[in-house]
Structures are given as C-alpha cells and as structure tokens.
C-alpha cells in the first residue's frame, strides 16, 4: 500500500521539523545565533490516468487525470538572518552590527571566516581577537599602555595614551556582505565560510551605504522567538501523530486483507 511510504515520508519529514525547532530552542541564547526554518516538496507523483491524454478515437481529452502524490521531502532549511536584539555588556571590546554585515575572522588555516557574534577580547599581543583567539580583520591592536578604547559606529578604533589629551586611532573595523547571506555555510562555533551560493564577499567600513553600524559595549542576541517555536513545536508533533495514526489504519486494512477467508 502506497500510504505506508507516503505516511512514512511525512514521519521523516516532521522528524527534521522538530530538529531544526529544537536546534533553534537550543540557541535562544546563543549570541548572533540566526534562526532556521524547514521548507518541504511534495515528491514525484503516479499518473494514474495521465491529464490531457485522448480518451477517445474521436479526440476528446481527459480534463483532469488521475494522479497519486507519493509523500514528501525536505527541500532546504533556510536561515533568518533578521535582526537579533542588542543587549548591552559594557565591555569594551564587544561589538554588535545594528543593520547588514559581518565580522571578518581569520581561522588558523588561514581561511577567512564569518560571524554575527561579536564577543571579542585582546590577545596576549594585544589584538581584537574571538573568544576561541582568532583575529578579527584586519589585525587591530591595542597598545599596552592605553588607557581607554573607543570604537565608534564606522568602525574606527580609537585609544586614549598616557599624555596625550587627544585619542590617537589604531585601527579600523571592516565589514562583509554577501549577495545572498542565506548561503554561507554554517561551521558551528558562530562562525560561517562563503560558499558559490553566498557569492563573493563585498567588504566596506561600517555605516557606509549597504552595512550596518558598529556599537561597542552591545551584543547581538538570537533572533528566536520562543512563543513562535514552541508553536511550531506542537504543529509538528501534531502533524508527527497524524502520520503515525496513517501508518497504523493501513496497517489494520492489510490485516484485514490477510484474515479474508
């Protein structure tokens, strides 16, 4: 019976729901943290009586057919890339992005990567560097003997120095942006690496025309909302059962099959 196969799809398909659900409840909290959404297809379809066939000698059509859907499949999990919220830490090296872009993070295999999170501190050497140490481009760093940062919204880093009354800049903060941001290919650790999909990275200094600003001292939070996935959770328990209830009535019509005398 095809309503076994089908239901059995529809059970897969609505197990990946609850993952990427679950995924993003995991993350409320993760900072930068964009949320996903599973999008589905319907599959390949059983002509049964094929529409638009001739159904006679005489030229007349079949004006609907006769077709058999075969379950479903998942088609992509998309990533939302809308604004997180901006919650204050009042470090000085944390940085959050209020509008498009991303920070650029140079990986030791020298690769460039990507994040929304901008939970930063100094390295030994005193450059801005990511929680796990990795340099934030293009390499700023921070005398020793400065006595405060700041780092203003077009991303321009400035340090105040023992006798010197004005701030003296020691670097400037770029950003990335990509043609379609939905592409880049999640690494874990709030880090993304472009992908042909992504497109090639544009970068600019923030503020300017098409990128975000920068505010020190902010985070960005994860843009789940807990009351929408929670809802969404319950649908796709839901839709589970239903499938699962499908599997069970063909099962209870092959056993009446079998019990024919």
């Not at 604004?83 to 295999?109: C, E």
């Not at 903060?173 to 990509?178: C, D, E, G, P, R």
């Amino acid at each position: 019976m095809r309503s076994l196969d089908i239901a059995g799809t529809g059970m897969q398909a609505q197990a990946t729901n609850v993952e990427v659900i679950s995924n993003n409840i995991a993350n409320m909290t993760t900072t930068g943290f964009k949320r996903r959404r599973a999008e589905f297809q319907d599959l390949i379809y059983q002509n049964l009586r094929r529409v638009g066939s001739n159904s006679s000698d005489s030229g007349s059509v079949v004006p609907a057919g006769a077709q058999v859907g075969l379950g479903v499949k998942t088609a992509a999990i998309y990533r939302i890339n809308e604004q997180g919220n901006l919650q204050q830490t009042s470090n000085a090296f944390d940085m959050a992005i209020r509008g498009n872009g991303f920070f650029q993070v140079t990986l030791p295999s020298g690769e460039t990567a990507y994040t929304r999170d901008g939970t930063f501190a100094l390295s030994a050497e005193g450059q801005i560097v990511t929680a796990d140490g990795y340099v934030v481009q293009p390499g700023v760093t921070v005398p020793a003997h400065a006595t405060n940062v700041t780092i203003n919204a077009s991303g321009q880093v400035q340090v105040t120095l023992d006798g010197q009354q004005a701030p003296a800049l020691v670097g400037q903060i770029q950003l990335a942006v990509f043609p379609n941001a939905g592409g880049l290919d999640a690494q874990g650790d709030n880090l993304f690496l472009a992908t042909t999909a992504s497109g090639a990275a544009v970068t600019g200094t923030p503020a300017s025309p098409g990128f975000g600003s920068v505010l020190q001292g902010f985070v960005e939070t994860s843009n789940v909302n807990v009351v929408s996935e929670i809802t969404n959770l319950i649908t796709a328990q839901r839709a589970y059962e239903m499938n699962s209830k499908v599997i069970t009535t063909s099962d209870q019509m092959l056993s009446t099959l079998t019990n024919l005398r």
